[in-house]
Nanobody, 123 residues
Framework: QWQLVESGGGLVQPGGSLRLSCVASGFTLDDYAIGWFRQAPGKDHEAVICISFAGDSTNYADSVKGRFTMSRDNAKNTAYLQMNSLDAEDTARYYC????????????????WGQGTQVTVSP
């Protein structure tokens, strides 16, 4: 059974950092790009950032450029989202998802999703 499980969310103060993890099971991460998405209450689902199977990153959201980075450890079947300089606008539920090989330019065509982890940025 395929699974993507996110973890690492929580409550953080503005200006703080968090690292989210996305652990895959039931399949090997080697052949997949992993994207992170988020959804805040009352807002649309937003594509944030992606890392290709080869380790190249694609930023979908201008608001996270220079603050969010992705990495991956295929040996651990895990992808990571490092989030720095967090502010209240980053408060959302964060989801990881997979797509074969490369990050789609349009942030679409991901075929499997995790359940998400909540990130709350508040004083």
């Amino acid at each position: 059974q395929w699974q993507l499980v996110e973890s690492g969310g929580g409550l953080v103060q503005p200006g703080g950092s968090l690292r989210l993890s996305c652990v895959a099971s039931g399949f090997t991460l080697d052949d997949y790009a992993i994207g992170w998405f988020r959804q805040a209450p009352g807002k649309d689902h937003e594509a944030v950032i992606c890392i290709s199977f080869a380790g190249d990153s694609t930023n979908y959201a201008d608001s996270v450029k220079g603050r969010f980075t992705m990495s991956r450890d295929n040996a651990k079947n895990t992808a990571y989202l490092q989030m720095n300089s967090l502010d209240a606008e980053d408060t959302a539920r964060y989801y990881c998802a997979r797509v074969r090989w490369y990050c789609p330019d349009n942030g679409m065509n991901y075929d499997y999703w995790g359940q998400g982890t909540q990130v709350t940025v508040s004083p």
